[in-house]
Structures are given as C-alpha cells and as structure tokens.
C-alpha cells in the first residue's frame, strides 16, 4: 500500500535551519510530483512547493521562496525539504502529499512532522 | 493566487441529516476542485476529485457538484464517523490553495 512517512521535524530557533524528509513506498515513486503542504491554526492548509517526477521543475509559495528548497532522491524513494531561516510563522505540521496525475488531487499524504520555531 | 471560500465555517446536524458544504473560486478552476476530509490528529483524507468523482473507498454517502467557480459537497446521510473538518482545493493553478475549512459536528 502506498505509504509517505516524513521525519525531521523539531523545535528549533529563529533565523536556523531545518531538513524535512518524506520516505516514500507502495508506489512507483519516479513517476509522480510530491507536494509538500503545512497546516497552522493560522493559516490553515498551506501549499508550500511541490517538485516534478523527475525533479527537474521546483515550485514554490511566495512565502517561502528564497528560503526553502525542495528536491528528491528518486533512487531513495525520498523527497526533501531543507528549510533555511526560519521564522515564527513557519511553525506548522508539514505534510508530504502525492499528486495523482497532472493538475489532479493530492491522493496520498503522510502523517506529517511538526517544526516549531521559538527561541 | 486563486482563493477558495468555503462556507459555512461550521456546522451542527443530526445523524441522517443531509449535509452541504460549499465552496466558491475566485475565478473560474473548470472541474480542477478536490474535497478532503481530516479528522482530529489526523492527514486530510482525498474525498472528491475533478468536482464530482468519488475517490475509491469512499462511502457513497458523500458526493461533489459544480464547474468554474462554485462548488458543493453533500453527505447525503451524515454519520456519526463524519465528525471532521472538510477542505476544498484547487488543483487548476499554482499555487495549489485550500478553503478555509468547515467543521462537522454532531448534535
């Protein structure tokens, strides 16, 4: 069955830097793009990037651009998130999702990880 | 970036009641709309795809309608395992946006 488990979240300062991991199974994992997506209190759900099958085009939300790189390991079967200057309102659960096919739904997701940032 | 209202922000309803959700684009998303459920804890949950395709084990209670800009989901017979918070999507354009959310309660 298909399965996404990511890992790497914690606590962590203001201004440092934190790598997201989604470890993927059950699925031909080269063929499909992967979302990451992260929920606050505040904001909700929050598309944050999402990076093609064979990770050659990288997409990202205006707030965290410049900040985030997303990028994949399709020989691990891992996607990545390396989050660099955090900021308080990055703080959520982060969510890896599986997009079913282009333009469709995110079918699959993880359990998600939480990153809280605080001094 | 498209925005996604939904509404109403919450609910409360009887077991058996019919349930609707709605959800408005800003501008026009075809059929490009997902529905998600997410309970308490827990990943959202694919309900409804392409506006009114039912995703595979999805109990046929629930269901999609709409195109361009406005969209519904009904649970036909609400259930006392549908206590969740739903979500629509859009999918037509990146950003990918989300509604704000409605949350389903059980009198």
């Known amino acids: 069955q298909v399965q996404l488990v990511e890992s790497g979240g914690g606590v962590v300062q203001p201004g440092r830097s934190l790598r997201l991991s989604c470890a993927a199974s059950?699925?031909?994992?080269?063929?499909?793009?992967i979302h990451w997506v992260r929920q606050s209190p505040a904001k909700g759900l929050e598309w944050v990037a999402v990076?093609?099958?064979?990770?050659?085009?990288?997409y990202y939300a205006d707030s965290v651009k410049d900040r985030f790189t997303v990028s994949r390991d399709n020989s691990k079967n891992t996607l990545y998130l390396q989050m660099n200057s955090l900021r308080a309102e990055d703080t959520a659960v982060y969510y890896c999702?599986?997009?079913?096919?282009?333009?469709?739904?995110?079918?699959?997701w993880g359990q998600g990880t939480l990153v809280t940032v605080s001094s | 970036d498209i925005q996604m209202t939904q509404s109403p922000s919450s609910l409360s309803a009887s077991v058996g009641d019919r349930v609707t959700i709605t959800c408005r684009a800003s501008?026009?998303?075809?059929?490009?709309l997902n529905w998600y459920q997410q309970k308490p804890g827990k990943a959202p949950k694919l309900l409804i795809y392409?506006?009114?395709s039912l995703q595979s084990g999805v109990p046929s209670r629930f269901s999609g309608t709409g195109s361009g800009t406005d969209f519904t989901l009904t649970i036909s017979s609400l259930q006392p395992e549908d206590l969740a918070t739903y979500y629509c999507?859009?999918?037509?354009?990146?950003?990918?946006?989300f509604g704000q959310g409605t949350k389903v309660e059980i009198k």
């Open positions: 999507q859009q999918s037509s354009l990146t950003p990918r946006t």
């Open positions: 392409a506006a009114s």
């Open positions: 059950g699925f031909t994992f080269n063929n499909y793009a």
């Open positions: 501008q026009s998303i075809s059929s490009y």
């Open positions: 999702a599986k997009e079913s096919m282009r333009r469709g739904p995110n079918d699959y």
């Open positions: 990076i093609s099958s064979d990770g050659n085009n990288k």
